[in-house]
């Protein structure tokens, strides 16, 4: 074997101990020699590992009390999956204890199935719904996922499933109870292992959803034009007069004007959420420094943009974007009283979600002509970032077709609606420029 020793001596191809239990495995009689089972171990480590099946799937159903919300995992014993199965099978938690699916007592699907309940049990009502109905519905429908084909009948030994399970304290109606349950467990199965969603189905919608328990649609701007409000007046009386009498539109957006933040502080833009929950309201504080404390201060009053005044320096600019990144609210970038807006932008660090060519009231009074002239020469030297480019100053119904046809994608509207008799008539001049309400003619969602 002085052959087989020689590895001993080679530095940093194997330990004496490595050497040891190879030798442990030819008295074994599994090799003939120390170098043949050495062979053997590099083969074996550079064989492709079987990858683990590991699928995930969701589904919500019902309505009321009764209502089910199901997640869940199936995958391979031997995998992460099964050994999640282990963990909560053998680690008990308080109100949270995990139970095995069955249909009935003694009879339980394959693959084997452990339920986790998500909501506490706090008592036997509550266990009864659990150790009941729900049981009985996940049971019946993984046995009858295998029996459809969704879930392959060579893979139920192999496989097991975990299934969280939602049962709200207040349901009642056991019926309801299992046959939500047992459709949402159906359903969630044959998504996990269809690997539902598609990413273009989650592209689709994903600016469209609301969830039902939510309340409200979380406002994004992914399809403009917008109209965009500015609530200029000081005078939080008539400004919250004004929003109530805007007409709901996904087009529009509420702007809390730099006057009505300087009077009332970022907490003004909370009282107009009161009246409109799921709007898009922008602060426009014109920041000037310190950046990042003004984005927190807007995002804490839940403002979903904040504006900065493009004079700032590039540091307070490049600052403003970063924690309006880091904060998951929109960064617009007001170009008035910007020399060379091209030459400011190029000079950023990060590039904002969006500019405002802003001709300003004192300008317009003097002739100024309208901002949305330079949007060319911006769409042509920033054609690679994803921006929006946002008008203000002197936009009226007659010339809101000019803004938009130079590329204008946010045309935003001050005195013409605030000050207006009949607020929203002023509006609705603007509403047959723009798409109009998301998903107007869909019939039906998941």
Not at 19 to 34: P, W
Not at 205 to 228: C, I
Not at 315 to 322: E, G, K, L, Q, S
Request: glycine share 6%; with cysteine; aromatic share 6%.
């Amino acid at each position: 074997m002085s052959d087989d020793k020689g590895l001993v001596r080679a530095p940093g191809r194997i330990t004496k101990e490595q050497v040891s239990f190879l030798e442990t495995l030819v008295a074994d009689g599994r090799y003939g020699s120390v170098s043949e089972a050495l062979r053997a171990a590099v083969e074996n480590f550079n064989m492709p590992k079987t990858k683990s099946a590991f699928y995930i799937g969701e589904a919500l159903l019902g309505e009321g009390d009764e209502l089910a919300h199901i997640d869940l995992m199936i995958g391979d014993k031997d995998g992460p999956v099964g050994n999640a199965f282990a963990q909560a099978i053998t680690q008990l938690s308080q109100g949270h204890t995990p139970l095995l699916a069955v249909i009935r007592p003694n009879l339980p699907p394959k693959p084997h199935t452990a339920i986790i309940p998500k909501v506490t049990i706090k008592g036997l009502t509550d266990a009864g719904k659990i150790f009941g109905p729900a049981q009985s519905a996940v049971a019946k429908a993984v046995a009858d996922s295998v029996e459809d084909g969704v879930i392959p009948i060579d893979k139920v030994d192999d496989w097991v499933v975990i299934v969280s399970v939602f049962i709200h304290p207040e349901a009642e109606d056991e019926r309801k109870i299992y046959q939500y349950n047992y459709s949402a467990t159906k359903l969630a199965l044959s998504r996990a292992l269809q690997n539902y969603p598609p990413m273009d189905k989650i592209l689709y919608d994903k600016n469209r959803a609301k969830h039902p328990l939510m309340g409200f649609r979380a406002p994004t701007l992914w399809r403009p034009p917008y109209l965009q409000i500015a609530l200029d007046n000081p005078n939080i009386d008539s400004i919250l007069k004004v929003v109530k009498q805007v007409p709901k539109n996904d087009n529009i957006i509420l702007e809390a004007g730099t006057p009505l933040l300087k009077m009332y502080g970022v907490n003004v833009i909370k009282k107009i959420r009161e009246i409109r929950k799921d709007a898009f309201i922008i602060a426009d504080l014109k920041t000037m420094d310190v950046g990042k404390v003004e984005v927190d201060m807007a995002f804490n009053a839940t403002a979903n943009a904040v504006a900065c005044a493009g004079a700032a320096s590039v540091a307070t600019i490049d600052d403003f974007v970063y924690e309006c990144s880091r904060m998951g609210v929109y960064s617009f970038l007001d170009l008035m009283q910007v020399d060379d807006p091209v030459e400011k932008l190029k000079n950023l660090k990060r590039f904002p979600d969006g500019v405002i060519l802003h001709r300003a009231i004192d300008a317009e009074k003097a002739g100024a002509e309208h901002g949305w002239g330079l949007i060319p020469e911006l769409r042509k030297s920033f054609g690679d970032k994803k921006v929006l480019i946002a008008v203000a100053g002197g936009i009226r119904p007659n010339t809101a077709q000019k803004a938009l046809d130079a590329g204008a994608d946010i045309l935003i509207v001050g005195r013409y609606i605030t000050q207006s008799r009949d607020v929203e008539r002023a509006v609705e001049n603007f509403l047959p420029y723009m798409l109009g309400d998301i998903d107007l003619f869909r019939v039906h969602t998941e």
